[in-house]
Each structure stands twice: as C-alpha cells, then as structure tokens.
C-alpha cells in the first residue's frame, strides 16, 4: 500500500462506544509517518523514471533566520532553491524534472507537494475528533504549552509536523499573541523515534540477520520467480535478479514503487510494476524481513523502539503522577503562570504529535505484538496513544495511601525559565537532569505507593483510526472492564517494561557479534 485512504471520521454512535462515559480522555500521544515523499535513492531509470521530481512547490519559498551585524537584530532572508548535479563530463548542470522543469525539484527522499497535503489533512481529521467531536483540545489557541512536538532529524518528518500541526491548528484558530512553539529533535547519534540501525550497532547486527534469514526464506521461491518475471528485465545488468537482497534490494524496488503510485504520471513505472499480485508479494516479504525481529526478539524490541515506548509510557505516567515528566520538563511553557492561590503552575502536556516513519510505527506496533498485517504502513499513517483516567476515581492529589512517603517542601523559585521545572505537587527537576517520578522504574520494582498511582488509568491504541488490541491486555484485571482494548496502565507498562533499555547507548556497543536469534521463543506484546 502506497497512500493512505483515510476512512470517514466517527460517527456520533461510534464516538460513544469509542470514548465510554465512565473514561476521562487524559493525554494523547500521536506518532505519524511523513506524507509521501521523493524515492530515498534514483533507480529505473533505464525504465523511464526521472531521477529529478518537479513536486516540491516549498523550495520556491525558504526563508532562513540571518543576522544583520550593523543592528544585532535577526532578520529573515527569503530565497529558492536549485538542485545541482553532474552532468554527462562532470561539469556542473541544474537538476531537471521529466519536463525539463528546473524550479520545484525535490531532493531524495523529500517531502512532496502531495505529502504535505495528507499531513495538513491528517492534522484537519484530529482536529475534527479531539477539538470539534469530543472537546479534548481547546478551538483556539493560545499558546502550545500543553502540545509536546518532535520529530526525527529527517526533513521530511519535520515537514510532516509541521503540516499536521497546522492542519490541527490552522492560523486563524491560533490568538493573535500566540508564541513559536517548540519543536524537539535529537542529533542522529541520540535519535530512537526510529529504530536506529546507523548509531546502535547490536541492533544493525541484528537487523542484520533477519534480512539475511528473510533472503535465505524468500529468494528462491515462486513468489521471487514472479517477481523476477514483472520486474527483472530493467535490474541492472550486473545484478539482474531480484532478490531481498539484491540491488537495488526488494524494499528498494518497494520504496520506488509505491513513491511513484502516490504521485503524478510524468513519473511512473512501467505497468508491471503496479501488478497487484506483486505488490502484495512485495509487501508480505517486506513486513518479514524490517518487522519479524520486533515480532521475535525481546533484544531486537529494547535497541530498535524500547527507548521510544519508554519514553511514551514515562510521559503517561508523569501525566498520572501530575508531574512534569509528561513531557513538560522537555517543552518548558511560561514561567509566570499562577495558580489560584498565588503559586507557581506549570502546564500539564495533553497532547503529543512525533513526526517519524514507517519503521517507527511497524516497529512499536510489533513490538506490541498488535501487527497482525502483512501490508506496509501507507504514507502519513498514524498511532494514536490515548490515556483515560476513570471519571469517578478518587482524585490523585485527594487519595491518602497509607504509609506513603511525603514529598519533602520545595522552595518556590522566584522566576525565570527554572520555575517551569517544577511540578505541579512539588516534583522538581534540575537543568540537564530528567525530572523525578516513577515513569522508567520497573513496575516489578514499584513500591505499593507507587504502584497505586497507576490505578484507574487505562490505555488504547488505534493504527490509522482502527482500534488495536494488545494480546497482553486480554487477560483478566488487565483491562477494563467488557474492552480488551482498554489496557490498564499498570499492565500495559508491564508489557513494556521488558523491552526498555536501562542504558540504550552501552547496550547498542555490547554483544555485537553474539548471537542473533533468541534460543527459546518471545512473543511480543505480553
């Protein structure tokens, strides 16, 4: 599957079985693939595929901040962009689309026009659901404390966000006083919003191993022989079969197919391509060879999304615990809020849009053991992570546990950014230091205190607006009552308790020659 075809937005009896009465909708966590983009590499072009896309209208448009030294002043420079390359003696020649177009070319692997229309319509259906149907999220905004926003280093998920952001909220729905929001992003070395085979090398190994195993699984079977039949007359005469591991490799042919499908016909493959018996052969091997290991291997989930789910479930519990380690720490709103009784107060973060990609949302999905399908996340998929709190539960700043230890009293900071710091009962967290709560203790190593914090709370997933249910979560006391799919805090941190990494970057250097594939079997999601 190339593009997503979104389906109808919930109706008004869809909306009441979805968010139940006895459930408060708490904090929201959306991870979305990019729109469609460019291929990642040119290939085919011995099949009449231009290597230069004319799709990217944004490159007529940049601005950059630049600073005027005669005033100290930022000002912004608006410019365009042209695509160099090589020409047939090396000389230097200005990139052209397949109609000699030489403004509006995209880079590899870019965002397109196309794609920033189904991010920005992606944002316009949350809208719909979280502000217009169920009135989570405020009509207009003032500023985006309660939002926490990040994406990978890749432009095209930055882009991705941005458009969706904007589609979520438009201009005219923002006040006039409305601030720049802050967007996170880590360098690649620091990057697990995808699983990150560049920096952490046990995990390139291990991917390593599933590709091969895939090939040695695929690669001489009728399905490879019907592929090699569509597609093998335009494989590169030094390597003219195809094959998973071939070049271009399996899922390099996939990438080319489907970025061409979701854009115009000046850019299209020859027929044999699109064959709907290839592209579901093409898919299934794909799903086996970049999914299999989150499927199979509890070491393959911790290096590839355990520090992502960590930080997702960390960020519901600071939410449950009240403090800012539900992501607010990280975004830092105004200092000078109050409280009714005079009091500094922070934000409380409600909602999360990551911008990432199709092996982040494959890889967390089966990780979760909740990726039953055999196609590939189309273009601008999303996950939608939603906590509920229970409506009638005793509130947390209320509930008396017996024996709990008390939080010791905090100085109030007098201002500055330091104050934002501070958590709403107390919590406080130091500059370059994450703030304290229980989010990435061990639930077997929670005190009951601590442990009774998480009760009353339930998760639920939905993968493009479909509700997921985790295998973990079916058992008795794991959910609420009467739906599977509401996984109970305490439970669904269990499940991803095992695949988070105590310390991700030793763990990535270690082992890194050992053996690939577990010795007894480690089903996902329980």
């Known amino acids: 599957m190339t593009s997503l075809v979104p389906r109808p937005p919930y109706n008004k009896d869809e909306i009441q079985s979805l968010y139940p009465a006895t459930l408060e909708l708490q904090l929201v966590q959306i991870l979305l693939r990019h729109g469609e983009r460019t291929p990642v590499t040119a290939r085919f072009q011995n099949a009449g595929l231009s290597a230069f896309w004319p799709y990217c209208t944004a490159v007529r448009h940049l601005k950059s901040a630049v600073l005027d030294r005669s005033t100290g002043q930022f000002t912004t420079l608006e410019w365009k962009h042209r695509l160099e390359s090589f020409g047939a003696h090396d000389e230097p020649v200005v990139a052209a689309g397949p109609r000699g177009e030489l403004d509006g070319i995209c880079e590899m692997g870019m965002l397109t026009d196309r794609g920033r229309e189904t991010t920005f319509d992606l944002g316009t259906r949350l809208r719909k659901l979280y502000v217009e149907q169920l009135g989570f999220l405020p009509p207009t905004l003032r500023d985006a404390d309660s939002l926490y926003l990040r994406a990978t280093p890749m432009p095209r998920a930055l882009d991705s966000l941005q458009e969706t952001f904007t589609g979520l909220y438009p201009p005219h729905t923002r006040a006039p006083e409305f601030p720049p929001p802050t967007i996170l992003q880590r360098s690649f070395g620091d990057e697990t919003l995808f699983p990150n085979d560049a920096t952490c090398r046990r995990f390139a190994a291990l991917a390593r191993a599933f590709a091969d195993r895939t090939a040695t699984r695929w690669n001489e079977t009728e399905e490879m022989e019907y592929l090699n039949k569509l597609y093998g007359k335009w494989m590169p005469p030094t390597t003219p079969r195809v094959a998973v591991d071939g070049r271009p490799r399996l899922s390099g042919i996939m990438d080319t197919i489907n970025s061409t499908l979701a854009h115009g016909p000046d850019t299209r493959l020859p027929k044999e391509f699109y064959d709907a018996k290839g592209k579901k052969i093409i898919e299934k091997i794909a799903v086996d060879e970049w999914l299999s290991g989150f499927k199979e291997s509890q070491e393959y989930r911790t290096l590839g999304v355990g520090g992502l789910m960590g930080d997702i479930v960390g960020r519901m519990v600071g939410s449950a615990e009240h403090s800012s380690a539900d992501g607010e720490y990280e975004v830092g709103g105004p200092q000078s809020k109050k409280g009714?009784?005079?009091?500094?107060?922070?934000?409380?973060?409600?909602?999360?849009?990551?911008?990432?990609?199709?092996?982040?949302?494959?890889?967390?999905?089966?990780?979760?053991?909740?990726?039953?399908?055999?196609?590939?996340?189309?273009?601008?998929?999303?996950?939608?992570?939603?906590?509920?709190?229970?409506?009638?539960?005793?509130?947390?700043?209320?509930r008396a546990i017996p024996n709990a230890p008390q939080a010791s009293p905090v100085p109030e900071p007098s201002s500055g950014w330091f104050a934002s710091l501070t958590s709403l009962f107390g919590g406080r967290a130091t500059p370059g230091a994450p703030p304290p709560g229980i989010g990435r203790k061990q639930t077997t190593e929670l005190e009951p205190h601590e442990k009774a914090q998480?009760?009353?709370?339930?998760?639920?997933?939905?993968?493009?607006?479909?509700?997921?249910?985790?295998?973990?979560?079916?058992?008795?006391?794991?959910?609420?009552?009467?739906?599977?799919?509401?996984?109970?805090?305490?439970?669904?941190?269990?499940?991803?308790?095992?695949?988070?990494?105590?310390?991700?970057?030793?763990?990535?250097?270690?082992?890194?020659?050992?053996?690939?594939?577990?010795?007894?079997?480690?089903?996902?999601?329980?």
């Not at 959910?479 to 695949?499: N, P, R, Y």
Request: aromatic content about 10%; hydrophobic content about 30%; proline content about 8%.
């Open 340 to 398: 009714p009784e005079g009091n500094k107060k922070t934000t409380s973060i409600r909602f999360g849009l990551s911008g990432c990609h199709d092996t982040t949302l494959g890889g967390v999905l089966a990780s979760l053991g909740a990726f039953e399908s055999d196609k590939w996340p189309p273009f601008t998929s999303h996950i939608a992570i939603e906590m509920f709190r229970k409506k009638d539960a005793t509130s947390k700043t209320a």
């Open 454 to 526: 998480l009760q009353e709370y339930y998760v639920r997933l939905r993968y493009n607006d479909e509700v997921v249910t985790i295998p973990g979560c079916r058992a008795p006391g794991k959910h609420l009552e009467g739906d599977e799919s509401f996984c109970t805090l305490e439970a669904f941190k269990t499940i991803v308790d095992k695949f988070v990494p105590r310390n991700w970057k030793q763990e990535c250097s270690t082992n890194v020659k050992g053996p690939a594939f577990p010795t007894k079997p480690e089903p996902a999601g329980y």
